[in-house]
């Protein structure tokens, strides 16, 4: 079965900024682990997908799901000199061909029920035909028919072995297996039937890979490579390149570069190495050049996401049910408004590992680690670390895990308050004031029993809690009066009618929406808390949840989803991440679905979803998966408290150009009218926050002609002004 999926378009990937419905990939591309050669083009494969240096300029291009590419979790990439097609193989088995910029997908593999391991583990491609070497035979691809057009099942007495490798003599061809090595004619018309073929009995082991250099079979483990002539062997961190017949060495030392997984020398002669923790290293005349990695976080692991003063926080740690840390080191990534990167890791924040959150206020960043307590930052420089010491036992150590400080999240009041939870200690919520004062709280149970997880702050100053470990949720009021204890409240809210009414105990986040209202995804769905200033009172305070009916059924929203993350945009819409359905974007109400997003239906690399946030003023949402991180821009932003400057994207609007316009810097339900520069009225619609979106057609749905149009806006009080212009260009 092939699929053409559809052409490249690599100038609005690019752009700084992407047009309403479009896609942005933000993956990390550190990690390199294959390599291969176009006539132009230097590719290489890596943890974040695939991208290649073009040879004339030495620019960086990326492809994945986000340009046109059917599947993530690529595994090779090989080109056809003859046909000028590049085959593409995935993890999973999937197959894409790139011809003329088109992209065709053979799922053929991909679908196939095979018993046991499926993997395609090497390319080689001889008169346009691609042999690949998988687990379970050699299966053949006709690039051109673009199609399989035959699997060899190998092995003695049809007891079949997984092919690693493949290679042709001027007579032969060879397959390094697990059995050992097998040839056969290569001219034999019979080569799919397991008795052609004859085990080399010389050559017993389970080989990686097999070369054929001048008739001469060489075979080899992972770490040897064969291309342009060149023999290359990787042994620790040293390259050893043999030519000409494999005289002459040339040995290459590197000590920066210890974990190589490929090595490819160009048809320049130029060596190049997949490094797995330096992403793509070029070597000249034996000498190291440089390195190559695109822009983007320092991995592909997401535990949160905040998007705060035009900076993107990507928080890499973790934990295993609020137990055993991950123990990652490389802390957070940092995206700034000039899409500039940088990478706080362990050393950076003063040996904090498993950083989970971070809060934001007046230029300082604190850090939630949950192993060393709470990280300060300015200018990129370590104020200090928070602990036990210097917070006068405030941050206590956890009983069971060696002493370590586990912060699960941090906020800000507005009053300038850091608050933030600490889990297995007696008093987990705690605040260190604009003062400079740290004080804790108490929830009256036994500190091995508390696990937490998200923290919000609502309109009322209550903080709202989630506890790990199918906990439910608390609520704390310390009254405005953070020193004194006697006045405060709490509760917790569990999933009986009377004490909270949760959809299940089993919490994952929890989110207050623009209206006040506290919305809490659970493992079977969402509860709302429509009136949280009530929550102390003997009147009913339960969570509602949402019945939507579908004809004679009714079912609770997302009731049999497990609900990762609930995030608000601008026009009071919600956008929720789930474990396995992937993104939902539903009405400010709850009761529409406004879109649905799948790794099928969409570019997503993953249905499970980790958390969302939104660049409140251009309205691109930030999608961290289980892949890593993409975005989309949507239609909806926050609005201005008073009009200034609105921007218009695209403008001008060119020929080629059929997509959504956005009109952004609005202020919160604007109505906008545009006009043609006689004044007569093309299109009028009302704001989703502060952004508003046309399609470039008038009131009859043409398309409106070449020339200069206004843009009004008026606002909740009737006043209207000109907001912007627009150029149309046919």
């Not at 051109?144 to 007891?159: A, H, L, M, P, S």
């Not at 490798?165 to 050992?180: D, L, P, Y």
């Not at 330096?278 to 998007?307: A, H, M």
């Not at 840390?325 to 003063?350: A, C, R, T």
């Amino acid at each position: 079965m092939k699929k053409i999926i559809l052409l490249f378009i690599p100038f609005l990937i690019n752009a700084q900024d992407v047009p309403i419905g479009y896609w942005k990939d933000y993956q990390s591309y550190t990690s390199a682990s294959y390599i291969s050669e176009s006539d132009k083009k230097i590719y290489c494969v890596t943890n974040g997908g695939l991208f290649y240096i073009n040879k004339e300029d030495n620019t960086i291009n990326r492809k994945s799901k986000v340009t046109g590419l059917s599947d993530i979790g690529i595994k090779q990439v090989k080109y056809d000199y003859d046909s000028k097609i590049t085959i593409i193989t995935y993890e999973n088995c999937n197959i894409d061909l790139l011809k003329n910029n088109i992209i065709v997908n053979i799922s053929d593999i991909k679908r196939k029920e095979i018993i046991g391991e499926k993997l395609i583990n090497s390319i080689i491609i001889k008169d346009r035909i691609a042999y690949l070497s998988c687990t379970f035979g050699l299966v053949l691809v006709d690039l051109e028919n673009e199609e399989v057009k035959d699997t060899y099942r190998i092995g003695q007495n049809g007891n079949f072995r997984a092919i690693n490798s493949c290679a042709f003599s001027s007579n032969n061809i060879f397959v390094a297996s697990e059995g050992g090595i097998y040839y056969a004619d290569k001219n034999n018309s019979s080569l799919f039937d397991f008795n052609s073929w004859v085990l080399d009995t010389n050559r017993s082991d389970n080989y990686q890979n097999i070369f054929i250099i001048e008739d001469s079979i060489w075979v080899g483990d992972e770490n040897s490579f064969y291309n342009n002539s060149s023999l290359i062997l990787s042994i620790n961190d040293t390259i050893i390149k043999y030519d000409n017949l494999l005289l002459n060495p040339d040995t290459l030392f590197h000590n920066q570069f210890e974990d190589i997984n490929f090595i490819y020398k160009d048809s320049e002669s130029n060596l190049w190495v997949a490094d797995e923790s330096n992403g793509l290293l070029k070597f000249t005349d034996s000498q190291y050049q440089e390195s190559f990695v695109p822009e983007g976080p320092k991995r592909n692991d997401i535990y949160s996401l905040e998007y705060d003063n035009n900076r993107l926080y990507i928080s890499h740690g973790g934990h295993t049910n609020f137990g055993i840390n991950s123990l990652i080191k490389d802390g957070v990534s940092i995206k700034d408004k000039f899409n500039d990167w940088l990478n706080y890791d362990y050393y950076k924040l003063g040996n904090s590992r498993d950083i989970l959150e971070v809060a934001i206020r007046n230029g300082k960043e604190y850090y939630a680690s949950w192993y060393n307590g709470i990280a300060e930052m300015k200018d990129g420089e370590l104020i200090t670390n928070h602990g036990y010491a210097n917070t006068n036992g405030v941050l206590d150590t956890t009983y069971y895990s060696n002493n370590r400080i586990r912060i699960s999240d941090l906020k800000f009041d507005n009053n300038g308050n850091l608050w933030g939870l600490s889990s297995e200690v007696n008093h987990p919520l705690f605040v260190k004031t604009k003062n400079d004062e740290w004080f804790s709280f108490s929830m009256d149970q036994d500190r091995v029993e508390l696990f937490f997880d998200d923290l919000i702050i609502d309109q009322y100053n209550q903080k709202w809690g989630v506890i790990g470990r199918s906990g439910g949720i608390f609520v704390y009021d310390d009254n405005n009066t953070i020193s004194d204890i006697s006045d405060d409240q709490h509760k917790i809210l569990k999933n009986t009618l009377g004490e909270g009414n949760l959809p299940s105990m089993r919490v994952y986040c929890i989110a207050e929406d623009l209206d006040g209202e506290i919305w809490v995804g659970t493992d079977k769905g969402i509860g709302i808390f429509y009136n949280p200033s009530t929550i102390f009172s003997d009147n009913n305070s339960d969570a509602q949840q949402i019945l939507i009916t579908e004809g004679e059924y009714g079912q609770y929203l997302l009731s049999e989803e497990k609900v990762k993350c609930i995030t608000i945009d601008g026009a009071n819409r919600k956008w929720i991440g789930t474990e396995k359905s992937g993104v939902f974007l539903i009405s400010d109400d709850g009761m529409d679905e406004i879109q649905h997003f799948t790794s099928y239906n969409s570019p997503l690399f993953s249905d499970n979803i980790y958390d969302i946030t939104i660049n409140p003023s251009n309205g691109e949402v930030f999608i961290g998966t289980e892949k890593g991180l993409i975005s989309y821009r949507s239609d909806a932003t926050n609005g201005a408290k008073t009009q200034l400057i609105t921007k218009v994207f695209p403008n001008p609007v060119r020929e080629t150009y059929n997509g959504i316009i956005s009109i952004n810097g609005l202020v919160t339900d604007a109505n906008i009218k545009i006009t043609d520069i006689d004044g007569n009225l093309v299109f009028e619609s009302f704001s989703k926050g502060g952004q508003a979106s046309w399609n470039g057609k008038n009131k009859n749905g043409d398309r409106v002609s070449t020339g200069v149009y206004l843009i009004f806006s008026t606002d909740i009080n009737g006043i209207e002004k000109i907001a912007s212009k627009i150029l149309f260009i046919h």
